[in-house]
């Protein structure tokens, strides 16, 4: 009877051991299956976000061709010789205002008299008629010098609206955040961040405008001269500039004895003048030498009577 019982004892013992491992079994597979749909989820949405991060690049980049367009500021430098000076002027400035543009500063001296008046020009015309100006002046008056810059601002275009974007940004970011902001000391620090970010917002946003003034009008400095006559430039061929230079000469000889004769006429008073001083001065001496003749016979007579 107690051999049946301790046998009895043993089969549960065993009975109760198996179920335990089961159990124990069971609930490890669950856990890891638990832990392979967590992971497998976590996975998707790995793989949603990444998808999600690259379309955004995608649209980045999309964005960028139209961001990063050539900026271009065009300066222009130009002299010009002309005989019809008032005419110039007026031709150019009509023509200025019919493209759009403006006089950003003149500056004018000379004389009418002398036919030296002198004008230098600061002028802003819209970047796609500038071609058309300078034909305007190329036809109106002779181009003695004509030089012409380009400088690509694109860079720091797209740079300082990156800032300003930014910059932006931040500014949202700390109104939202004064707005949930309760004790005092945080209200005024974040309005004085918030004052430094505007006033830096403000000075991006006034550095794009004048790039974009100046790479929208391009920026022509004219320097007019009045002249009696305009150079002839641009001659082709032996004959041309031999003609040419043939015609300059007679021209400067002319010119040069117009000159002079004005210079002859002009000082006709000065030379009345000092011929008036010479006729007295001759006068003078004359008179001294005849005197000493006199004073000389004398002499000599008064020695002949002793």
């Known amino acids: ?141 002779t181009v003695t010098y004509d030089s012409k810059t380009t400088e690509d601002v694109t860079l720091e275009y797209v740079d300082t609206e990156s800032h300003l974007k930014a910059l932006k940004t931040e500014e949202e970011t700390l109104l939202a955040l004064l707005e949930k902001a309760e004790k005092l000391s945080d209200v005024f620090e974040i309005q004085e961040e918030l004052t430094n970010v505007r006033y830096q917002i403000e000075s991006y946003e006034s550095k794009i405008r004048v790039y974009d003034n100046q790479v929208d009008y391009s920026t022509v400095h004219l320097n007019i001269m009045e002249v009696e006559r305009e150079n002839a430039t641009a001659k082709k061929g032996f004959w041309s500039e031999a003609g040419a230079a043939f015609l300059d000469s007679l021209y400067n000889v002319g010119d040069g004895l117009r000159n002079f004769g004005i210079w002859l006429i002009g000082n ?22 005849k005197i000493r003749k006199k004073k000389e016979i004398h002499t000599k007579e008064e020695k002949t009577k002793d």
């Open 268 to 289: 006709i008073p000065v030379f009345f003048v000092l011929a008036v001083v010479i006729a007295v001065i001759v006068w003078i001496v004359r008179k001294v030498k």
């Open 1 to 141: 009877m107690g051999k049946r019982i301790a046998l009895l004892g043993l089969i549960c013992t065993m009975l109760l051991s198996g179920c335990g491992a089961a159990s124990y079994d069971s609930a490890e597979t669950a856990a890891n299956n638990a832990t392979a749909d967590v992971s497998y989820e976590y996975g998707e949405e790995t793989a949603d976000d990444a998808a999600d991060a690259g379309s955004d690049e995608d649209e980045i980049k999309a964005e960028d061709p139209s961001v990063t367009e050539k900026k271009l500021i065009v300066t222009e430098q130009i002299n010009v010789e002309t005989s019809e000076y008032q005419d110039f002027i007026t031709t150019v400035t009509q023509k200025v205002d019919a493209l759009g543009g403006y006089i950003e500063s003149s500056e004018m001296s000379g004389s009418t008299q002398y036919r030296n008046q002198y004008a230098n020009f600061t002028i802003r015309i819209p970047a796609d008629k500038l071609a058309d100006f300078i034909t305007v002046v190329d036809q109106n008056g």
